[in-house]
T-cell receptor, first 115, second 111 residues
Framework: GAGVSQSPSNKVTEKGKDVELRCDPI?????LYWYRQSLGQGLEFLIY????????KSGLPSDRFSAERTGGSVSTLTIQRTQQEDSAVYLC?????????????FGSGTRLTVV | DQQVKQNSPSLSVQEGRISILNCDYT??????FLWYKKYPAEGPTFLIS?????DKNEDGRFTVFLNKSAKHLSLHIVPSQPGDSAVYFC??????????FGTGTSLTVIP
């Protein structure tokens, strides 16, 4: 597709369950980012993938969060043992390699609600 | 600690007038800045950027101004249109792999 695709668009889960969020970046974009936006907060960086390099995981808030990027394309963000404070909109973005002038292209996000 | 701050959560402007959205940052190493626009239920879309070697960048109705000494940037929209009503995020980056985003300003342009 032409844009960044995220699924599901909405996810309601019970506290303690694991969830997987999927991101399909724009073809040819080697960089992929996960951000989240909690209510009333700015966009919070989570993790960054660039090509075959080791990902920058410095933004992951706890070891319950992990992400993979298979084949340099699709990425999955996994949250284990979800907590209510994990409720947020999770946004994926992709871009050309660092240094491109046009920033990221974001997906529409996954709204996660932990009840 | 919020490194990029947008202190006005909301702004209302009459159609045709100028909208000025402000953003402050704390890290003097930031050298690249972006503005994004976000409509409800959509991801943010890139609007305009500026690097620290410039103090102004213009694209149609949108102009971004950067004041490095004050660690301040602003987005001017003139003339404002109802379709500009959205949440605007500023973002800043230094040498790392990530952008730091502000909390956003919700702009309402009144017809």
């Amino acid at each position: 597709g032409a844009g960044v695709s995220q699924s599901p668009s909405n996810k309601v889960t019970e506290k303690g369950k694991d969830v997987e969020l999927r991101c399909d970046p724009i073809s040819g974009h080697t960089a992929l980012y996960w951000y989240r936006q909690s209510l009333g907060q700015g966009l919070e960086f989570l993790i960054y993938f660039q090509g075959n390099s080791a990902p920058d995981k410095s933004g992951l808030p706890s070891d319950r969060f992990s992400a993979e990027r298979t084949g340099g394309s699709v990425s999955t963000l996994t949250i284990q043992r979800t907590q209510q404070e994990d409720s947020a909109v999770y946004l994926c973005a992709s871009s050309l390699p660092w240094g491109a002038d046009y920033g990221y292209t974001f997906g529409s996000g996954t709204r996660l609600t932990v009840v | 600690d919020q490194q990029v701050k947008q202190n006005s959560p909301s702004l209302s402007v009459q159609e045709g007038r100028i909208s000025i959205l402000n953003c402050d940052y704390t890290n003097s190493m930031f050298d690249y800045f972006l503005w994004y626009k976000k409509y409800p239920a959509e991801g943010p879309t890139f609007l305009i950027s500026i690097s620290s070697i410039k103090d102004k960048n213009e694209d149609g109705r949108f102009t971004v101004f950067l004041n490095k000494s004050a660690k301040h940037l602003s987005l001017h929209i003139v003339p404002s249109q109802p379709g500009d009503s959205a949440v605007y995020f500023c973002a800043a980056s230094g040498t790392g792999n990530q952008f730091y985003f502000g909390t956003g300003t919700s702009l309402t342009v009144i017809p």
